[in-house]
């Protein structure tokens, strides 16, 4: 199976379970997300919602390009990705607090994925970046919208977008994006950090989460990542992003 989903004690953990694959997003991982997002709306036991990747290598390496790069026209593109732009907007405002536990490398709509949640640990040595410039694209599921939303210094957010290179995990821990880096298992890590937040009641956590999605509606987020999705969906189109991807492919099959 594409993804994995488990809770124990509170803590809901969603894997995406594509591992020989850099655990990349396909359609089956989207129903996932979809599964595990109703599944948190249904039922109050819920406390946290934790974002992995299967083994040690990756997160996520976001979009599978063996199965979109078969989309060619604008409109093709962004049925794609509003589609998974919707569900990282549902992710995004859940009421639990969302927890991204990045074990690996978190590439291009793998670094929206965790820019999307709440808060954001991982594994020194790891890499993360918004990859998407060099495909000839831009963020592609609302993650630049989030990035903006994080509380980073404008310049520094704005610098990793363009950059469109992987950060090692203790620049971005300097820069704010990343909460915690650790050096332990995935598991203690998640533990030590959850500690002190299972002790408060869970209303509470949903009250907090409310005055940030409340100020969000007002802003008109929704809004704003779809344009962000209306825009990529236009570069999507262009040769340019076809031959980046080409030749992006081609290297793949030739290692």
Same mark, same amino acid.
């Given at each position: 199976?594409?993804?994995?989903? *488990? /809770?124990?004690?509170?803590?809901?953990?969603?894997?995406?379970?594509?591992?020989? +694959?850099?655990?990349?997003?396909?359609? #089956?991982?989207?129903? =996932?997300?979809?599964?595990?997002? *109703?599944?948190?709306?249904? $039922?109050?036991?819920?406390?946290?919602?934790?974002?992995?990747? %299967?083994?040690?290598?990756?997160?996520?390496?976001?979009?599978?390009? %063996? #199965?979109?790069?078969?989309?060619?026209?604008?409109?093709?593109?962004?049925?794609?990705?509003?589609?998974?732009?919707?569900?990282?907007?549902?992710?995004?405002?859940?009421?639990?607090?969302?927890?991204?536990?990045?074990?690996?490398?978190?590439?291009?709509?793998?670094?929206?994925?965790?820019?999307?949640?709440?808060?954001?640990?991982?594994?020194?040595?790891? +890499?993360? =970046?918004?990859?998407?410039? *060099?495909?000839?694209?831009?963020?592609? @599921?609302?993650? =630049?919208?989030?990035?903006?939303?994080?509380?980073?210094?404008?310049?520094?957010?704005?610098?990793?977008?363009?950059?469109? /290179?992987?950060?090692?995990?203790?620049?971005?821990?300097?820069?704010? @994006?990343?909460?915690?880096?650790?050096?332990?298992?995935?598991?203690?890590?998640?533990? #030590?950090?959850?500690? $002190?937040?299972?002790?408060? $009641?869970?209303?509470?956590?949903?009250?907090?989460?409310?005055?940030?999605?409340?100020? @969000?509606? #007002?802003?008109?987020?929704?809004?704003?990542?779809?344009?962000?999705?209306?825009?990529?969906? +236009?570069? @999507?189109?262009?040769?340019?992003? $076809?031959?980046?991807?080409?030749?992006?492919? *081609? /290297? /793949?099959?030739?290692?």
């Amino acid at each position: 199976m594409a993804y994995l989903m *488990t /809770k124990e004690d509170g803590v809901l953990t969603f894997t995406i379970n594509r591992e020989d +694959k850099h655990n990349a997003i396909n359609s #089956e991982v989207m129903e =996932g997300f979809k599964e595990v997002i *109703t599944y948190v709306k249904n $039922h109050d036991d819920v406390r946290f919602l934790v974002i992995t990747g %299967a083994g040690e290598k990756s997160f996520c390496s976001g979009g599978d390009l %063996a #199965e979109f790069h078969s989309l060619h026209t604008e409109d093709e593109a962004f049925g794609m990705l509003s589609k998974m732009g919707n569900i990282l907007y549902e992710l995004a405002t859940l009421p639990v607090p969302t927890i991204a536990l990045i074990n690996g490398t978190a590439v291009g709509g793998g670094c929206e994925i965790a820019t999307a949640c709440d808060f954001r640990l991982m594994k020194r040595g790891k +890499k993360a =970046g918004f990859i998407q410039g *060099t495909l000839a694209i831009t963020s592609g @599921w609302g993650g =630049g919208t989030y990035l903006f939303e994080r509380g980073l210094r404008h310049d520094r957010a704005l610098k990793m977008l363009v950059d469109a /290179k992987p950060y090692d995990a203790d620049l971005l821990y300097d820069i704010g @994006w990343a909460m915690r880096v650790y050096d332990g298992t995935n598991e203690e890590a998640l533990a #030590e950090f959850i500690e $002190h937040m299972r002790n408060i $009641h869970p209303s509470v956590h949903q009250a907090y989460k409310e005055i940030e999605l409340r100020k @969000w509606r #007002e802003r008109n987020m929704y809004g704003r990542v779809m344009e962000e999705i209306r825009l990529c969906a +236009k570069l @999507w189109e262009h040769d340019a992003h $076809h031959e980046a991807v080409n030749n992006f492919l *081609t /290297k /793949k099959a030739k290692k």
